[in-house]
């Protein structure tokens, strides 16, 4: 894993995130909640365009019809959360699901996850899992705010 997964390092800058959004729903399909004006995160552009673009391919190709965001602060960090409205994860495959080569998908490489964590973990934030009521997945991207 170490092998394909090669990261340079995060160049982090301030972002205000409310613009940022905006100009990713550009690239993929999802619903954006409104964020609040002035909302800043300090991440790396390129290395988030990534792990959001990633996570909402994730949850089409595994059935969604629907994709909402919601980017808030949240104890002196951002939350950034994805849900959708697929057939979700059970309890194990939400634990196995961030482990490197293990996947749910026919001919899937498994390291979608793991390097959305990655990323966020050498920005100093983190990624998890849970599940959205009866269907759906709730993935939470943690991130540091601009102070």
Do not use: M
Not at 41 to 49: E, R, S, Y
Not at 134 to 139: E, M, N, P, Q, Y
Request: some cysteine.
């Amino acid at each position: 894993y170490r092998r394909v997964a090669r990261l340079p390092a995060p160049a982090t800058e301030p972002v205000e995130l409310g613009t940022y959004f905006a100009d990713l729903r550009r690239l993929a399909t999802f619903d954006l909640h409104p964020v609040d004006p002035g909302l800043v995160g300090v991440l790396d552009p390129a290395q988030l365009q990534q792990v959001v673009l990633n996570l909402v391919r994730n949850a089409r190709e595994a059935g969604a019809d629907n994709v909402w965001i919601s980017v808030e602060r949240e104890a002196g960090a951002v939350a950034i959360r994805v849900r959708d409205d697929g057939p979700g994860l059970t309890a194990e495959n939400q634990a196995q699901a961030l482990l490197p080569f293990w996947t749910t998908k026919d001919g899937g490489s498994g390291l979608g996850l793991p390097l959305c964590r990655e990323i966020l973990e050498l920005h100093g934030g983190s990624l998890s899992l849970e599940s959205s009521g009866d269907r759906g997945l709730i993935v939470t991207c943690r991130l540091p705010a601009d102070t």
